[in-house]
Structure formats: C-alpha cells, structure tokens
C-alpha cells in the first residue's frame, strides 16, 4: 500500500515517525514524508522520501514577536484538568492555540499542496503528526484511511473533550469552536465537510507505555517507541565505560529550534553539579554554552550527542520533559529528574515520579541545593533504577513498529472509502 506520513517542521516532532517509515518501507509498503521545506533535510537525512509542500510556517516568529505574554500564555495552559476544566479557559486556550499555533502550523499553502499531492499520489493511508491537521484533511479529500501518530500522551484530546462537552450544554447560538470553524473553512475548500474525525483521525498509533497513556477509549494500536535521533555518529570518549557515574543534562533539541525562552539558568544547573562526584554530560549549542561562565571541572560540554547511545552509560539523566529525551530515557532504564512547565511535558514528568521512575522539579521551585539533593536521591536510593527498569519492561513489552504494520493494513482496508 502506498503510505504518506506528514509533519509539521519541527524535527523534534518528526522524528517520532522515522522508526514505523522505516518498518513500513521494510515491509515492502511505499512510504512518503511530506512536509514544510524546512523539514526536507531531517527527512531525507533519515534515508526517507521527502515531498515538500507549500511554505514554512511562521509560529517561531510569531512566538518571537509576541515574546512572554504569548509564552506566559503556553505555560498557563492546563492540559491535566488538576486545576478544574474551566469553560472560559478552554474556550481561550482553544481560541488562540487554533490562532497563534494550529493555523500557523498547518498555513494555507501547506494544506493546499498536501491536498494536491495527495490527490494526484492516492495513498491508502495518511499517518500524521497530531498538531499536522493538514493530514487529516488531505486524506478526507484523495478518500484515504487516516491515523495520528502520538508521541505523548493525548492530552489535548482529553482538553477537547472537556471543551466540547461544556459547550453542548449550552444553548446552540452560544457554541464557539474556532478549532472546528477553521478546520470547516478548509475542508470546504476541497468540497469535503467536517467532523471531529478531521481533529482526531480514525485510529491512533500510541507510543506511551501503558502506565502513562491515557484510558480514552479510542480505537488505538500500542507501539513501542524506538529512539531515533537524526545523524548520530558514536564519538571515541563515549566507547570506554565512564569511571563515575555519569550524568546526562541536556534541554533537547525543540529548545533550540523554537523561540520559547528557557526558565531555567544553565549556571546554575552546572553550579548545582560541580562538587558531585561524577561525570557530567551536558549537550549545549554554542549559545547555550555562551550562557555560563564556568564550566566545572566534572562536566564535558558537546553540542550533540545521540541519545540513545549516551543514555545507557548513564546513570541519571537531568532534563526539560520532552517527548523524545523522556522516551529515551525510559527506554533505556535510566532515573530522570525532569525540569518541566509546560503542557505534556509536566504530565510525563508527574507520572513519572509516581511511578517511583524519576523525581519532578517545577523550575519555579528550582534551587541549586534542591537539584543537587534530588540527584543524589537518584544515585544513591536503589528503588529509582528498580522502578526505571520496570518501566522500560513496560515500553518493550509493546509491539515493535515491525509488528503493527499489520495492524495498520487492515486497518486501512476497513477505513478508506476509495474517494478520488
């Protein structure tokens, strides 16, 4: 079958669907990646077909021109429902997301060449991101079946829900859903109506172990998360086993592509560190490292170093929250202690330190003495790796992106309706 996955340019979200391209491609389907051009090299660096579509979007300058109020505004948003699913601030997170994010994402010179594509290639299924709505709407107008690929949990289906569901309750010429008023406008466009399949496709292809998905009753296909760190070469200081325990501090790779300002001072990260009696790693941009005045003598500073190579070296892992360091560590085994504010990342984190896997340090009650002593907890407390490697059995026991390919097939079968 012919297979067209689709992301927005951010290669952090990407990368998520390169080991399951890989797996389709192995298992004889024709596989296609279509994206903004800025994405074309990420895709074609992973040994996939790239096609590019349309121009690229415009949400890191508008993050850039908006600054903090836009920023403050992400981080308030409150996609765990702990604070009570308030109507008015879901209804605002809903309007502006669709606003500064969804529509900037998904920009109209995208969707319209992702359609045409999709017209002129017919694929059988459309696999996409789950911000890349511009998926969905290219499978409803060439009559493909459509799936997400989560990298996270589904957060914002659960906020949608709790959007919709007050919404109905009131009176019909009360209902506002800008998600749905722009995603009608661009179905209409191609002759195609909507529904809220548009917003959450047909399936889902879940990559979040059991303990931290979400139970929301969607037809779902688990799969293992395969770490895939774009070109990873093994540099010759990581081949000889580290003699102390080795620590890994890194802020991701979205950090660097995205304007959203880090609440977090390297300085005092590293300060927190020194008198540690082990071996940091700490992977900083040029900017980054720019950022610090001293670098401890225990700590090796490298722009980039592959993940899932490092990790397993590693005894503890220090981190943002994202998706992909969060799986990679997890997958490997490796305590986490998780500096998150914002959106899923504080889920994961949450989760993680109830499953007794990782410690959660909001960075708003982030102190140099408080790091320190959350680390040493990690590397002297024996239930923190015990409780890791349980986690990690957990992730593996899903089936690999080999195995769900025929999941995904038959799948297809039932869901395309063949519309040309």
Not at 235 to 251: G, H, N, S, V, Y
Not at 280 to 295: M, N
Request: net charge negative; with cysteine.
């Amino acid at each position: 079958m012919r297979v067209l996955m689709t992301s927005l340019a951010v290669e952090a979200h990407f990368n998520g669907a390169v080991p399951l391209a890989w797996a389709l491609r192995a298992a004889g389907h024709e596989v296609r990646v279509a994206g903004q051009p800025a994405l074309t090299e990420a895709i074609t660096r992973a040994g996939l077909t790239a096609v590019p579509v349309g121009t690229d979007h415009t949400h890191h300058e508008l993050v850039r021109e908006l600054g903090a109020e836009l920023t403050g505004f992400y981080r308030d948003i409150d996609l765990t429902g702990e604070r009570g699913d308030d109507y008015l601030a879901l209804k605002g997170a809903n309007t502006l997301l669709t606003a500064t994010f969804y529509a900037q994402a998904n920009n109209d010179p995208m969707v319209d060449e992702l359609v045409d594509y999709a017209r002129y290639w017919r694929p059988d299924l459309v696999i996409w991101e789950p911000f890349t709505f511009a998926g969905a709407v290219a499978a409803r107008a060439s009559g493909a079946a459509h799936a997400r690929l989560l990298w996270g949990p589904d957060l914002f289906l659960r906020v949608r829900r709790a959007f919709r569901d007050q919404m109905e309750r009131l009176p019909r010429e009360l209902h506002d859903d800008t998600l749905e008023e722009w995603l009608t406008w661009t179905l209409g466009r191609f002759g195609c109506d909507f529904d809220e399949e548009t917003v959450v496709g047909q399936w889902d292809i879940d990559q979040m172990p059991a303990g931290i998905r979400l139970p929301l009753g969607r037809p779902t296909v688990p799969m293992r998360y395969v770490p895939y760190n774009g070109r990873s070469v093994v540099p010759a200081w990581l081949r000889e086993p580290p003699r102390r325990p080795r620590i890994c501090l890194t802020l991701g790779i979205t950090s660097r592509d995205m304007a959203y300002p880090d609440r977090i001072s390297l300085g005092e990260l590293l300060e927190a560190v020194a008198e540690l009696d082990v071996e940091i790693v700490a992977t900083l941009t040029a900017a980054q490292r720019a950022e610090v005045a001293r670098v401890p003598d225990n700590t090796r500073v490298t722009d980039f170093v592959p993940m899932h190579a490092l990790l397993p070296s590693c005894s503890a892992v220090v981190h943002h929250g994202g998706a992909g360091t969060w799986s990679t560590a997890a997958a490997c085994g490796v305590p986490q202690l998780v500096i998150a504010d914002m959106w899923d990342n504080v889920y994961r984190a949450r989760r993680l330190a109830d499953l007794g896997a990782g410690l959660f340090l909001p960075p708003e009650r982030l102190t140099v003495a408080g790091l320190r002593d959350g680390l040493e907890q990690l590397l002297t407390k024996p239930s923190f790796r015990e409780d890791a490697e349980r986690l990690r059995a957990e992730m593996t026991a899903e089936p690999s992106p080999a195995d769900v390919v025929p999941a995904l097939e038959e799948l297809t079968r039932r869901h395309r309706t063949g519309r040309r």
